[in-house]
């Protein structure tokens, strides 16, 4: 099994920034691509931004621009930098990490039990 444990979420007020962290812990796999999805009460889980193992990028639409994802491979940690929060930023945030054990090719997803991020207006 692989755990992954997500940190840094709060109340914070529009315009300000959060950085979340998230460690992926686990023996016998390697972490390939990780990222961070976010879900608002009645709403659909939606992907907020990914990084895959040779570091490249992706973002939502709604994010670009103020959201920075990097990696830590030495750590397996992934982090999400938000700048200019908005109060539509407001949702649980998780974070997923794609990992393959020793010995197999089919990577499976593992995801966090969330934080909390909360914008205020």
């Known amino acids: 099994q692989v755990q992954v444990e997500e940190s840094g979420g709060g109340l914070v007020q529009a315009g300000g920034s959060l950085r979340l962290s998230c460690a992926a812990s686990?023996?016998?796999?390697?972490?390939?691509?990780m990222g961070w999805s976010r879900q608002a009460p009645g709403k659909q889980r939606e992907l907020v931004a990914t990084?895959?193992?040779?570091?490249?990028?992706d973002y939502a639409d709604a994010v670009k621009g103020r959201f920075t994802i990097s990696r830590d491979d030495a750590k397996n940690t992934v982090y999400l930098q938000m700048n200019s929060l908005k109060p539509e930023d407001t949702a649980v945030y998780y974070c997923?990490?794609?990992?393959?054990?020793?010995?197999?090719?089919?990577?499976?997803?593992?995801w966090g039990q969330g934080t909390q991020v909360t914008v205020s207006s």
């Open positions: 997923n990490a794609d990992a393959i054990r020793r010995g197999t090719y089919t990577p499976l997803r593992y």
């Open positions: 686990g023996t016998m796999f390697s972490i390939n691509n």
């Open positions: 990084v895959t193992s040779g570091g490249s990028t």
